[in-house]
C-alpha cells in the first residue's frame, strides 16, 4: 500500500504491567511511557517495512456512557498519548509518517460529544461512532491521504 491509517487509542491506556515494573503503571510513567512509544515505533516500522506511508491519526477523546470519564476514559490519559507519545513520534520520522488530526472534528475544543454534526448519538456507546457517523468519520479523512502518496513522490523528486 502506499498509505497505511494507524491509530493508538483508548484500550492502549489501559494500565498494564511488566516483571520489572514492579505494580502497574499508565501514561504517564515514565516505565509506561517508555515502552509505549517502543511499541508504537516498532508498529511503524512495520508498517513503513515495504515503502508505504504511516498517516497516524490523532487519539480521540471517549467516554464510558456508566462511569464517565475515568481509567482509559480520562480525558489527561488521552491528551498525554497524543501529545507525548503519537505526535512526537511522527515528528521524528517525517519521511515515513503523517499526522491527521480526526480528533479536532470529532472532538471539537477537546471535549467528548455524543451529538453531532445535527447527528444523534454520533457515538452509540461513548466509544463506537454509530454507522451514519462512521460514513462521515470514514469520508473526512480520506482528501488528506490521497495527497500522502502525492507529496512522497514530490519529496524524492526533490531530492534528486
Same mark, same amino acid.
Given at each position: 500500500?502506499? !498509505?497505511?491509517?494507524? =491509530? *493508538? ?20 510513567? +515514565?516505565?509506561?511511557? *517508555? ?7 516498532? %508498529?511503524?516500522?512495520?508498517?513503513? /517495512? ?28 488521552? /491528551?498525554?498519548?497524543?501529545?507525548? $507519545?503519537?505526535?512526537?513520534? !511522527?515528528? %521524528?520520522? +517525517?519521511?515515513? %509518517?503523517?499526522?491527521?488530526?480526526? *480528533? ?7 471535549? =467528548? *460529544? ?9 457515538? $452509540?456507546?461513548? !466509544? ?14 480520506? +482528501?488528506?491521504?490521497?495527497? $500522502? ?12
Amino acid at each position: 500500500p502506499d !498509505v497505511v491509517l494507524a =491509530y *493508538a487509542g483508548t484500550w492502549d491506556l489501559r494500565e498494564r504491567e511488566a516483571p520489572d515494573w514492579g505494580g502497574p503503571r499508565t501514561i504517564g510513567d +515514565p516505565a509506561f511511557d *517508555a515502552w509505549l512509544r517502543e511499541e508504537l515505533a516498532s %508498529a511503524l516500522d512495520v508498517l513503513t /517495512r515495504r515503502g508505504a506511508r504511516v498517516a497516524w491519526v490523532s487519539p480521540l477523546c471517549a467516554r464510558n456512557l456508566r462511569t464517565g470519564f475515568t481509567g482509559v476514559f480520562d480525558p489527561e490519559r488521552t /491528551r498525554r498519548l497524543d501529545r507525548d $507519545i503519537v505526535r512526537p513520534l !511522527v515528528a %521524528a520520522n +517525517p519521511d515515513r %509518517a503523517t499526522y491527521v488530526d480526526l *480528533a479536532s472534528v470529532v472532538c471539537p475544543n477537546g471535549e =467528548y *460529544a455524543r451529538h453531532l454534526y445535527g447527528m444523534r448519538d454520533f457515538r $452509540i456507546d461513548g !466509544v463506537h461512532f454509530s454507522e451514519e457517523c462512521a460514513r462521515f468519520v470514514g469520508r473526512w479523512p480520506v +482528501p488528506r491521504l490521497v495527497e $500522502i502518496p502525492r507529496d512522497r513522490r514530490a519529496e524524492g523528486a526533490a531530492r534528486r
